[in-house]
């Protein structure tokens, strides 16, 4: 039973480039979360996305940032025209439903380094 | 607004040496309060889930407890394979159904042999 599955693990892209990052929840998870760390910070909430739905997306920025959750396939992360301030690790969880935080399974992140 | 404060930042231990870490938090109803592990390079790894004042809950070396303001995590004769930043993160209740859990900056343990 593999575990949430975060690609890339590694990810450069130049200012102004657009970044994807893909989230595979854990089989039977239907509920996904991305969180963002910022070197030296806590991790912090971006958006809970059920299957095709957006939940709560309260911690996501206004702009340029986005995220899906499609019926098939992957969530995916979308940040359009990256600045330096996005460089960070991007963590995905998944949880069955009603789980609580306890349901949380991590990802082991994607690291974005914009250049 | 919901914060979580850890303390010490880095701990440096002799294999054998027991100590604590704290986390300090304020909530507006707390539902949850939650401590991961996190190795360099991974996502954080669940180890505890504390509900109320004077639980408690234990894992071979690790022991977490909880008070109204803050929770502990004990380590009784580590090793060093316990070296690893332990992160602390509560969930606020609320009338939705959602919420989302707050993380405190880690505590990096590291466990010399």
């Known amino acids: 039973n593999a575990g949430v599955m975060q690609n890339p693990r590694h990810l450069v892209r130049r200012r102004g480039q657009e970044a994807r990052l893909r989230c595979s929840p854990m089989?039977?998870?239907?509920?996904v979360y991305w969180y963002r760390q910022l070197p030296e910070e806590g991790l912090k909430f971006m958006v809970y996305l059920q299957k095709e739905n957006i939940i709560d997306e309260s911690g996501m920025p206004k702009e340029r940032f986005s995220a899906e959750f499609p019926k098939e396939g992957p969530s995916i992360l979308r940040i359009q025209q990256v600045v330096r301030g996005d460089s960070a690790a991007y963590f995905c969880?998944?949880?069955?439903?009603?789980?609580?935080?306890?349901?949380?399974?991590f990802g082991s992140g994607t690291r974005l380094t914009v250049v | 607004e919901d914060q979580v404060t850890q303390s010490p930042e880095a701990l440096r231990l002799q294999e054998g040496e027991s100590s604590s870490l704290n986390c300090s938090y304020t909530?507006?109803?707390?539902?949850?309060l939650f401590w991961y592990r996190q190795d360099p390079g991974k996502g954080p790894e669940f180890l505890f889930t504390l509900y109320s004042a004077g639980e408690e809950k234990e894992k071979e070396r690790l022991k977490a407890t909880l008070t109204k303001k803050e929770s502990f995590l004990h380590i009784t004769a580590p090793k060093p394979e316990d070296s690893a930043t332990y992160l602390c993160?509560?969930?606020?209740?609320?009338?939705?159904?959602?919420?989302?859990?707050?993380f405190g900056t880690g505590t990096r343990l590291l466990v010399s042999p």
């Open positions: 993160a509560v969930q606020a209740g609320g009338n939705t159904g959602f919420q989302k859990l707050v």
């Open positions: 089989k039977g998870h239907s509920h």
């Open positions: 969880a998944s949880s069955p439903p009603n789980s609580g935080g306890s349901g949380y399974t």
């Open positions: 909530v507006s109803g707390l539902r949850g």
